[in-house]
């Protein structure tokens, strides 16, 4: 049975900062404001990276905002959230994490059904000249679709 996906946030900092190696499908450990706060599309991915700590992943940086209609329940915006992930799943990322120049993102968050579900990244940073290469190469691929366009009209 196929469920519908939703995506709540997508971080596309990551992907202009980070050659994406592996890409990894993990539930994250939240409480009900938060929730009801991703259901109105409130959250955001910029700033947040994954650490492994006392073998379990944990995603620090992510901010989402307090939940309008709650009160008392509603949790620290940016309060560090377990990830859940198989044991294999964690024990490749710590290999791969421990390499120079790795580091773990999160891509995006998005509802899976009724879940929700984060894309957590092995990724490997650019630097500066790959990401001018990146950039002129969607300058192409945008100046390319823009002459296809006109020239069908």
């Known amino acids: 049975m196929l469920r ?6 997508a971080n596309k900092k990551a992907t202009h900062d980070y050659f994406i190696e592996e890409t990894f499908q993990a539930g994250i450990e939240l409480v009900g404001t938060e929730v009801k706060s991703l259901r109105v599309g409130r959250c955001n991915l910029k700033e947040s990276f ?3 700590i ?9 901010h989402i905002s307090p939940y309008e209609k709650g009160n008392i329940f509603n949790k620290d915006p940016l309060r560090n959230r377990k990830l859940l992930l198989h044991r294999k799943e964690i024990n490749k990322l710590i290999g791969a994490a421990t390499k120079d120049g790795y580091t773990i993102v999160a891509t995006k968050i998005y509802f899976k059904g009724s879940l929700v579900k984060i894309d957590v990244a092995l990724a490997k940073g650019k630097k500066l000249h790959d990401k001018r290469q990146s950039i002129a190469k969607k300058d192409m691929q945008r100046e390319t679709q823009r002459e296809f366009k006109e020239k069908f009209r």
């Open 4 to 9: 519908d996906i939703k995506i709540i946030s």
């Open 54 to 62: 006392n073998n379990e992943a944990y995603i620090l940086g992510m």
């Open 50 to 52: 994954v650490k492994i």
